[in-house]
């Protein structure tokens, strides 16, 4: 984190009440009077620089920070750093400041502090930005004096109309800005244009975040854009993607990181017609009502080595299976057609299902798949019905596969009919299955599809690693799973490794590890 971050952080955390304000100025003005540098009103007052002490400077700076949020106006790396010492090594270049104007403080920093590069920090405080016209003027004057220099701006105002006038008003072009961050805070009335200025030269910018800022898509040329946030565009009636909004994409061909958060309106007036290509983004973050974020994903084109990651909110409409199964468009994502190993886990206490997919068990994620459903009643059997939902190409290819949630009320039937769908998979892990249901399921994997005995083929011929958890007490589910695994050893089919756990007595625990050592190449057995 550099210091401009640091200082940003500072300044966040010094919105104090009036009294400590007040607090602060009385205790500055108390060590002005002991040094008998300073005997009447502060505000009236031009101190030397050359009598001031390193450390009372400190406190001085310290001061025209807090106080009525001057602090959030201007920030610069280094630039007060870069200030104190010239005033304690070389006063006559600094004769006399007035540290009761903050204003003319700040001025002078950008006069003197050379071609340091400057980062704008502009809060929603009382005192700060355009809620206040004096302090607005001069931040635009800051700005357009010091454009060359800006390496980044965040600006946050109270209203989009405040908003959109403070940058009306920035006239020099800013050749260096990497990162350029709107919020409002308050009313949003209208839609916020990018400043003329700053369009004309944006080649270094790199980041672009919009926080409640209705703003006017266009091509533009971001040609260095690698992250774009929007957020929070749906309460101005404003919806994510529009034709604008994918013209805005297709110009930013370097973009790697796109993140929308509550975009998309709950009735869009029109969606677009065609889908846009990102050929080099690495992450997609969708936040949002599930329903809607169909709607995106609908018109983006990403390669196969992204990730995306979606967080949805559940409507009261999308908690059955078959619309949960349905929420991301497989056929549409490339990252998403390509996925071999996948991982569903069902938080039932939380009200949360995670899905994960990987283009293969050794490949970093490329799917994170977060569904809340903020305390919504869940139907019975729900993660059962989506796996049963889920798209059969996807399940086809997989080489494996983790769930987690499942309730017991699985038969032998539904296993089977799991089983047949992932024909492909190598690698299988069910936990959180009782041993009635852990019965059912090795039962389904031990039949053969039918064919005659010379051609057996099991259901997963190609499962070499199994593991299953968390398994109650019962003796039948050991039998059933004995047999299936010596069936496989007898017809060459051996399993690689077999983990089991069960919840219980350890009494069958040496007489289990034997009988299953002897019948796959690594065995793992545990009591819990």
Not at 21 to 36: E, F, G, S
Not at 189 to 202: G, K
Not at 295 to 321: K, M, P, R, Y
Request: one cysteine or more; proline letters at 4%; charged letters at 20%.
């Amino acid at each position: 984190m550099d210091y401009g971050q640091l200082l940003a952080q500072d300044i966040s955390a010094l919105k104090v009440e009036r009294t400590l304000v007040d607090y602060q100025r009385h205790q500055l003005a108390l060590r002005l009077k002991t040094l008998n540098i300073l005997e009447r009103r502060l505000s009236n007052s031009a101190v030397r620089v050359n009598a001031l002490p390193v450390e009372l400077i400190v406190d001085i700076l310290s001061y025209v920070r807090a106080a009525g949020g001057y602090a959030a106006l201007v920030t610069a790396t280094n630039v007060f750093d870069h200030w104190r010492t010239i005033a304690v090594n070389t006063p006559k270049l600094w004769d006399v400041v007035d540290v009761g104007k903050p204003w003319a403080f700040v001025k002078l920093c950008l006069e003197r502090s050379g071609g340091i590069e400057i980062q704008v920090y502009a809060s929603a405080t009382p005192a700060s930005l355009a809620n206040m016209t004096n302090n607005s003027d001069n931040l635009t004057w800051g700005l357009n004096q010091a454009a060359g220099r800006i390496r980044s701006i965040n600006l946050t105002a109270d209203s989009s109309q405040r908003l959109d006038s403070f940058l009306s008003r920035i006239s020099t072009p800013m050749s260096i800005l990497t990162s350029f961050d709107l919020t409002v805070t308050g009313e949003l009335e209208l839609m916020v244009s990018l400043p003329t200025a700053l369009v004309q030269d944006v080649s270094n910018l790199r980041t672009l975040r919009l926080e409640r800022v209705g703003f006017l898509w266009t091509k533009l040329p971001f040609n260095s854009l690698t992250t774009l946030h929007v957020h929070g565009m749906k309460e101005l009636r404003m919806h994510v993607p529009t034709d604008g909004f994918l013209d805005f994409l297709d110009a930013c061909r370097s973009l790697e990181h796109l993140s929308l958060a509550y975009t998309c309106p709950h009735h869009p007036a029109r969606l677009p017609t065609r889908v846009v290509a990102l050929p080099n983004i690495k992450v997609l973050v969708i936040h949002d009502e599930s329903d809607y974020a169909h709607n995106v994903l609908s018109h983006i084109q990403v390669a196969s080595h992204t990730l995306t990651a979606f967080d949805l909110i559940s409507s009261e409409e999308d908690v059955e299976s078959k619309v949960l199964a349905a929420m991301l468009p497989w056929k549409f994502l490339e990252n998403l057609r390509s996925i071999h190993a996948l991982e569903i886990v069902l938080d039932c206490d939380r009200g949360v299902l995670d899905v994960r997919g990987r283009h293969s068990p050794a490949d970093g994620q490329v799917l994170f798949w977060r569904h809340n459903f903020e305390g919504r009643q869940l139907p019975p059997r729900l993660l059962q019905k989506f796996l049963a939902d889920l798209d059969s190409n996807l399940l086809s290819q997989l080489d494996l596969l983790v769930v987690s949630g499942m309730d017991a009320s699985c038969t032998c039937e539904e296993w089977d009919q799991l089983m047949r769908r992932i024909p492909k998979v190598q690698w299988l892990s069910v936990p959180f299955i009782d041993s009635t249901a852990a019965s059912a399921f090795f039962q389904a994997l031990s039949q053969d599809d039918g064919s005659t005995k010379e051609m057996v083929h099991y259901l997963c011929p190609l499962l070499r690693q199994l593991c299953v958890t968390r398994i109650s007490p019962g003796h039948m589910w050991q039998l059933m799973a004995l047999q299936y695994v010596r069936q496989r050893m007898e017809r060459k089919h051996d399993l690689e490794r077999l983990c089991l756990e069960w919840v219980g007595s350890v009494d069958l625990l040496e007489d289990m590890a034997n009988a299953f050592t002897s019948s796959v190449c690594e065995f793992h057995v545990a009591v819990v």
